[in-house]
Structure formats: structure tokens, C-alpha cells
């Protein structure tokens, strides 16, 4: 144990309390910049993608990782959300020199801990809203609280989870927090599939179905513009069932404000979720190239 009560593995330091961290922050100088990359664990190069790109943006990384029980809405989803530290710091350490912060439930939410509320509207009863009630409320504390601990310059999010990253942009812009949000793109296996936690369930078989997903995604890309939105979004579903997987939803959206579309728009996105047995797998992907 150093004098910041950190752990040392590798080239890694690991922090589980939020006044140890900060110590560790504060001895940096004022020009010192903050990634931050809130995680579950589990970790995968998806992951390590981000924390790349927030060590070259940034002087300083840090990784939390905490399987925030407050954005289950299954209990067995909990249990079940697999957790190996000792293999999570391997990898981040082949990437380069973070700060990991690792806290137990009772250091993020302590028992004054004063719940953070905030109506989305409709971008929190759509699509991961609707079909996970209290996810986003969930996901919502869990950030504001670790950007509070972490007072990052910058924070990482995929917009693999491209709902999450609306809902935390528009958290921060509720909160007035001067933390910058960095949308970062999708990393995917060779095979397409979007790298997930969740693909170590899978076996081989299974790993060959779930490409219905992004093949659905390129089919829907393929006929967009040719067809509306909503005939686009039929035809998707129908390709879809060529494959195994159970479809949970198909949307097509706006690529800000998330919400349904009737007219193509620049940026426009196909949303998807589909089961693969008990494996629930999410992916998107642009349909329309966007302005920028
Ligand atoms: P998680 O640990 O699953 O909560 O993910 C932590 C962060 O990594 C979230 O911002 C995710 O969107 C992001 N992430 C997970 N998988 C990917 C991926 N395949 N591509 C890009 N970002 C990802």
C-alpha cells in the first residue's frame, strides 16, 4: 500500500476509496486533463479502445470499474454480470498507465447519498427506456455520482450505447457539469459483431448467429433512402427473421435527439436489440451519412 492507500498490479493503480483517488488527482499540477472511462468490467479491446484514445487526449486516465446494481433491472442480470479485476488490469495495463478506480457499492451510494432525478422525457421511455425501466435513472446516478468523485476533463462513452450517451449529455447539460462527453465509435470484432461483455456467453455456434444483427444493420443501410423510414424499418425486421435471434426492437432514429423518424435525416441511426438464447445483444449503425 502506497501513501494513497492504492494497490500497485502492474503498471496499473488501483483505488477503492473515493478520498484515496482524490488524493492521487490532486497531487497533479493545474495543467493536468482528466479522461475518464466508467465501466462494468469484463473488460474487452472495446474498452481498450476507448482508454487509447483518453490517454492520447489527455494527461492522466481513469477507469472505473463497478457493476452499478442500481441500473439492473433483473436481479439475476446482477448476479450473473461476470467480474475477474485481476484479468481487467492485465489488459488495461497492455494499454498503458491508468488509474483504476474499483469502489464497493457502499463508497458510490453512502448512506447520505442523495438521489439524483431527472425527467428525460421521451429519450428515457423509447427503446433501452422502455424495455429496461430504471436503467437510464440507474445509469444516470451511477455517472453523475463518479464524475463528482473523479472531476474528469473529458469522459469516454461508446456510442455502442448510443441512447446512454444521449442520456448522459443530456444529464450534464441539466446539472450544468462542465465535463465534456466523448462520443466514441463502435469497435467490433472481425466478424462485424459489436465487442460486448456479453458475447463471452455466446459459443461458437451462437457467436455465427448473432452476425443477423449487423447483417440486418447493412441490409437496412442498403435500402434506406429508396424506401421511407418506417417501410425501411418493416423490411429490416423481416430480413432479421431469416437469422435465429429473438428481435426485441428495431428503430430507426435521430441521430440527437433519438427519437423516431418519419423522413430521412442526416445521421439518421438503426437501433437494434436482439436475444441470442438468454444473451441480449444491442448494436447500431448510421444509415444516412451525417453532415459533418
Ligand atoms: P460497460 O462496461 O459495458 O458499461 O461499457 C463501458 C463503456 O464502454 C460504455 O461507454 C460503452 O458504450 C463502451 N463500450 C462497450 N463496448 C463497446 C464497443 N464495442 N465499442 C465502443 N464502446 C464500447
Known amino acids: ?53 483518453a490517454l ?33 488490469l492485465k489488459l488495461l495495463n497492455s494499454v498503458g498507465d491508468v488509474i483504476v478506480f ?20 421521451a429519450l428515457g421511455t423509447s427503446m433501452e427506456g422502455e424495455f429496461r425501466p430504471g436503467h437510464f435513472a440507474g445509469v444516470m446516478n451511477v455517472v453523475n455520482r463518479l464524475f463528482d468523485i473523479v472531476q474528469p476533463t473529458r469522459a469516454y462513452f461508446g456510442i455502442k450505447d448510443v441512447q446512454q450517451v444521449a442520456v448522459v449529455q443530456y444529464m450534464v447539460d441539466q446539472v450544468q457539469s462542465p ?7 463502435i469497435v467490433r470484432e472481425p466478424s462485424g459483431l459489436a465487442s460486448s461483455s456479453r458475447n463471452y456467453r455466446l459459443n461458437e455456434d451462437q457467436l455465427n448467429e448473432a452476425l443477423i444483427i449487423i447483417d440486418t444493420l447493412h441490409f437496412a443501410r442498403g435500402i434506406a433512402r429508396q424506401l421511407s423510414p418506417q417501410e425501411t424499418k418493416v423490411k429490416a425486421i423481416e430480413f432479421f427473421k431469416n437469422g435465429s435471434l429473438e428481435i426485441e426492437y428495431f428503430e430507426i432514429v435521430h441521430p440527437r435527439t433519438l427519437e423516431f423518424i418519419t423522413e430521412w435525416v442526416p445521421g439518421a441511426r438503426a437501433c437494434i436489440v436482439g436475444y441470442c438464447g438468454e444473451v441480449r445483444l444491442l448494436d447500431n449503425l448510421e444509415l444516412i451519412p451525417s453532415n459533418k
Open 102 to 121: 474499483a469502489p464497493s457499492v457502499e463508497e458510490v451510494y453512502p448512506e447520505d447519498y442523495q438521489n439524483l432525478s431527472i425527467d428525460l422525457g
Open 56 to 88: 492520447q487526449e489527455n494527461t492522466h486516465v481513469v477507469v472505473s470499474i463497478f457493476v452499478n446494481p442500481t441500473q439492473f433491472n433483473k436481479a439475476e442480470d446482477l448476479e450473473s454480470y461476470p467480474r475477474d479485476l485481476e484479468a481487467d
Open 179 to 185: 465535463v465534456e462527453i466523448v462520443p466514441s465509435a
Open 1 to 53: 500500500m502506497s501513501a494513497f492507500n492504492a494497490l500497485k498490479m502492474g503498471e496499473s493503480q488501483v483505488f477503492t476509496s473515493a478520498k484515496s483517488l482524490q488524493s492521487r488527482l490532486d497531487s497533479e499540477s493545474n495543467n493536468s486533463t482528466v479522461g475518464f472511462l466508467p465501466t462494468m468490467g469484463a473488460l474487452h479491446h472495446g474498452h481498450l479502445e476507448l482508454v487509447k484514445q
